[in-house]
């Protein structure tokens, strides 16, 4: 079976009228490079080109079935014959969804599904945009479209920008040992309390103490782990399948030896269970690991309990905790590497970053010998 038949859509309500073997921007007796007749076909053949990025095929799956829902529904027309004018009237929808579209009373999943929790930020639709230009582009190239109508899109240019702020998207020290601190307290009366604690504790230490995205701990497995020279290393491979290894600390190793304790497994890691997810989504599931939106969910869910257990003593710090998510646990990571004088170098490796530049935003010890400069006159006075 090819690969693209294994890759669900879900187009619920869409008539088979709007198949696309009549779109009006379909390159009919063109030479084909795909083997495709429907729009449907031709979408799950450019998603099977990130079959091996599961984070990637969930979003662009999600804005195509927007955007194919959505020209069914409103236009009564196909992917395949959308215009630029047709794609100027999606960007404004994008910016103000109404109806069911944002319906909080349908359910998040199913058939019936909202599709959108509120208008999109104008970030938000440039990446949607971008996504669906990528696709239109692909169909061209395939032989499958005439043009592409995205290719139209003016880019707007930003205005000229000074030196990129600090990245602020990081728990400091004190509210990170906090927020472990809370993870302690998770009740434990139950099995299923039980399971979750222990799942929970390891799941932010090993996000924190890899600096890991969600997806690459989704796909973190026990024979990642690699022993060289006395020391442990974790391969990873991550965005635009760029490989690297990232080391593993002895604290960290002793967090998974008790996690596999509680799960059930033997603490000294083997052969035996190279494939076992480094997080499984049950325990003693040695198969199934969670899946990247589960990690985000759960990372958001402790965030949002933790922020109303500190609110009255610290309601900065729970103003905080509320917009963390995972990748808030990378930033905290590489920031709390630069502060202890990690070299940057290193710090570049251990994130896998192209550039030093990249990595260069978490440095925040400058700032703070400046502003302590700056008020230790005025705070004497």
């Known amino acids: 079976m090819p690969e693209q038949e294994l890759i669900p859509i879900d187009l619920p309500f869409a008539p088979a009228r709007l198949d696309g073997r009549q779109g009006t921007n379909r390159a009919l007796g063109a030479h084909r490079q795909i083997a495709a007749d429907t729009d449907l076909e031709a979408v799950r053949a450019w998603l099977a080109e990130y079959a091996d990025s599961p984070h990637t095929l969930r979003a662009y799956r999600k804005e195509v079935v927007r955007l194919m829902l959505w020209a069914a529904q409103a236009l009564d027309k196909p992917l395949s014959s959308l215009t630029r004018e047709d794609l100027l009237v999606y960007e404004a929808f994008l910016a103000h969804p109404a109806g069911d579209w944002v319906d909080p009373t349908r359910p998040r999943t199913g058939g019936d599904r909202r599709l959108f929790e509120g208008p999109l930020s104008p970030a938000s639709i440039r990446h949607t945009l971008g996504i669906l230009s990528g696709l239109f582009a692909y169909l061209t190239a395939a032989g499958y479209l005439t043009g592409n109508p995205l290719a139209l899109r003016r880019r707007k240019g930003r205005k000229a920008q000074g030196p990129r702020p600090g990245q602020e998207r990081y728990l400091d020290q004190t509210l990170w040992n906090r927020l472990l601190a809370f993870i302690d307290t998770l009740p434990t009366s139950t099995t299923r309390e039980r399971q979750h604690h222990e799942r929970v504790r390891w799941l932010f230490r090993l996000l924190y103490g890899t600096g890991l995205r969600a997806s690459e701990v989704a796909q973190a497995r026990t ?54 997810p ?35 003593e610290d309601p900065a710090g729970a103003a905080i905790l509320r917009c963390a998510s995972t990748h808030w646990l990378r930033h905290t990571a590489a920031t709390h590497q630069a502060d202890a004088g990690t070299d940057l170098r290193f ?20 700032d703070d010998e400046r502003h302590r400069k700056t008020t230790e006159r005025s705070n004497e006075m």
Do not use: C
């Not at 040695?286 to 309990?305: C, D, F, H, N, Q």
């Open 223 to 276: 024979g990642d782990l690699v022993h060289r020279r006395g020391r442990w290393w974790l391969r990873v491979t991550g965005k635009g399948g760029v490989t690297g290894e990232v080391p593993v600390s002895d604290g960290l190793l002793a967090d998974l030896g008790r996690y596999r304790r509680f799960t059930g497994h033997p603490e000294a890691l083997g052969a035996a269970d190279a494939d076992m």
């Open 278 to 312: 480094l997080v499984l989504s049950v325990v003693g599931a040695t198969g199934r690991s969670l899946t990247p939106p589960a990690i985000y969910l759960i990372v958001k869910e402790v965030m949002r309990r933790a922020a109303g257990a500190i609110e009255s």
């Open 347 to 366: 710090i570049q490796k251990n994130l896998r970053h192209a550039s030093l530049d990249t990595t260069s935003i978490y440095l925040h010890a400058e």
